[in-house]
């Protein structure tokens, strides 16, 4: 097996990554841990005027001042978070929000250490007014691809407001087992909590009808739902609308479970901060499949974990402990990585 030693400058300082394996097509990857991450990405967008899009901030010209030097130093700082929080090796899948199109995501592959993995893009255009999307990554000697499309959110009694799809992607694993994996970017609470919670009820709910319904096919399916919901555990559209259970799991039955909730309520702890307070807006949530099986694709005993690597982030002067090392802080621009940190999901063949 050949190996390649990766070198890249990020901030100006040299990144090494150690190295890694280079997989011949035809030689065979080993089975053991899969792993998939969910990151909000804090605005990748390039540099250039989408006339269909409210990118205007994000232009040398803007706001924001944002250039193509900025743009590859935060594609640099992306490709070392994947890089990192994969271990030897980077995950198989990772889901991704706020990303401005599919030349931002062909940049992040091409354009730094991640070009080497053979990564391939999932990436559907949405109807969110500023251009953010979602998107996916996977690695196909690991993952392959059988379909996929974008799940349009309606809101109810509204036909103008419009938000980011649900991206679905079904494909095999090694072992042969169906993985089904949904990414989600929930409607922010920008204007308030309870003033925009019935758009993030249409979200849930249009999310577990399509859960319901791969599930009345097949009760066992191995569902992944990952992403940020802009709402925690414990709120009621992932609770009760789209009935993500907590607590000592069932031993029958499909029902859909959420790992992040035990994380809740420990201090200096989440994968967002508002000012003193942390929150765990980014989640993954599973069948229950995954939770019972003992072969073939199933939860590790590692679960979900929040990655918090230090170089992510940094003293929180004003509000005590830690907070993540952003690109922007309001329109100052920082340097950093995102105003999220990426959540992990740990599984096994």
């Known amino acids: 097996m050949r190996t390649k030693k990766l070198i890249t400058i990020i901030a100006g300082c040299l990144f090494v990554v150690h190295c890694f394996p280079l997989q011949a097509q035809n030689e065979k990857q080993p089975s ?5 991450m969910f990151y909000n990405l804090e605005n990748l967008f390039d540099p250039f005027d989408d006339s269909l899009k409210d990118d205007n901030e994000f232009l040398p010209a803007g706001v924001r001042g944002w250039t193509w030097k900025k743009f590859e130093r935060k594609l640099q700082n992306t490709s070392k978070v994947i890089i990192s929080a994969g271990g030897w090796r980077p995950p198989e899948i990772a889901g991704f929000c706020e990303v401005e199109n599919r030349f931002v995501l062909i940049q992040l592959l091409k354009r730094t250490p991640l070009e080497p993995f053979g990564y391939q893009i999932i990436h559907h255009e949405s109807p969110d007014p500023r251009g953010i999307d979602v998107g996916l990554i ?17 809101f109810e009694g509204d036909s103008i407001a419009t938000t980011r799809d649900i991206l679905y992607v079904k494909g095999i694993v090694p072992g042969g087992d169906t993985l089904h994996l949904f990414v989600n970017h929930w409607p922010s609470k920008y204007g308030g909590a309870s003033a925009t919670i019935s758009k993030r009820r249409d979200a849930a709910l249009r999310l577990k009808s399509v859960t319901d319904s791969i599930a009345q096919k097949n009760p066992d399916a191995l569902i992944v739902i990952m992403g940020d919901f802009n709402d925690q555990p414990n709120d009621e559209c992932m609770e009760i609308h789209l009935d993500a259970r907590h607590g000592k799991p069932d031993t029958t039955g499909y029902y859909l479970y959420n790992l992040m909730y035990a994380m809740l ?28 099986r003992q072969q073939g694709l199933r939860l590790s005993e ?22 993540p090392y952003r690109t922007f802080s309001g329109p100052t621009y ?16």
Do not use: C, M
């Open 334 to 349: 920082l340097g950093g990585f995102a105003d999220h940190l990426p959540i992990l999901l740990h599984l096994k063949l």
């Open 138 to 154: 996977y690695r196909p000697d690991r993952f392959t691809l059988v379909s996929e499309r974008a799940i349009p959110v309606i």
């Open 32 to 36: 053991g841990d899969f792993k998939i």
């Open 265 to 292: 309520g420990k201090w200096d702890t989440g994968s967002h901060k508002f000012r003193e307070e942390w929150s765990i807006i980014d989640q993954f949530v599973v069948s229950s499949a995954l939770l019972r």
């Open 302 to 323: 590692k679960g979900a974990e929040i990655f918090r690597a230090p170089f992510l982030l940094e003293e929180d002067r004003n509000f005590n402990g830690t907070k």
